[in-house]
């Protein structure tokens, strides 16, 4: 067997097995497998699980170049979570709605760790293009707002002898086509032509959303 096919079925396979690991409805969806990718801090140093801070959202590039998805440490644990405390959860960042998402000069959907005015709580995703709400504890279920679907769940795997943590797939629906076509001309500016469509490989850097954007919202 190639070792990109064998590579494939691994990353599949681990994605199965978070996707039967979410229960109910959420494990339902779809599953689909994309490159094991390790995520790693700014540095290039594996990203380690205890040193990411709780309630704060990073920013890493999966399953595509072009495409931001949302590493949060939650407080407690979620049925998305992985980690030693099954904490950690991570998402696609283009919201489902109008697929507004965050890029190096701002970014109108962001995690609110404190109380979100237009979601009356704390510990949601908002999205201030619109009032989208989304709860990262339930799955990004859709909690406020306009959008017709939860975030796409990126697929977790905790390496407990390494502590490593690997991004393997895309659960549930997701916006990626739609993402590509309505903002094509950014992403040529951003990634140049055809790069934005490339699959991640090897690493993805992990950056708090504060410094990943100039002007990250909040609402």
């Not at 199965?16 to 790693?40: D, M, P, T, Y």
């Not at 992985?82 to 697929?99: D, K, Y």
């Not at 991004?167 to 590509?180: K, L, N, S, Y």
């Amino acid at each position: 067997m190639r070792r990109q096919s064998f590579v494939r079925l691994c990353s599949l396979a681990a994605a199965a097995q978070f996707q039967a690991r979410l229960g109910g409805v959420a494990a339902a969806a779809e599953a689909k497998a994309f490159n094991r990718v390790q995520l790693v801090d700014g540095a290039g140093k594996p990203l380690s699980v205890r040193r990411l801070s709780v309630q704060e959202a990073y920013v890493f590039l999966y399953p595509y170049l072009g495409t931001p998805s949302f590493l949060i440490h939650l407080p407690a644990a979620a049925a998305a979570g992985a980690g030693p405390e099954r904490t950690i959860v991570a998402f696609s960042a283009i919201c489902a709605h109008q697929l507004s998402y965050p890029s190096k000069e701002g970014s109108p959907i962001t995690y609110s760790a404190e109380n979100s005015a237009v979601a009356g709580r704390s510990g949601v995703i908002v999205c201030c293009a619109h009032n989208s709400v989304y709860d990262p504890a339930q799955g990004a279920k859709v909690v406020g707002g306009p959008a017709p679907q939860p975030l796409a769940t990126i697929a977790l795997e905790y390496d407990n002898k390494s502590g490593g943590l690997y991004a393997t797939g895309v659960v549930g629906p997701d916006r990626f086509e739609q993402f590509f076509r309505a903002y094509a001309e950014e992403l040529i500016a951003g990634y140049g032509r055809g790069q934005a469509r490339r699959l991640a490989a090897g690493t993805a850097a992990a950056i708090p959303l504060s410094e990943y954007c100039h002007a990250p919202l909040h609402c």
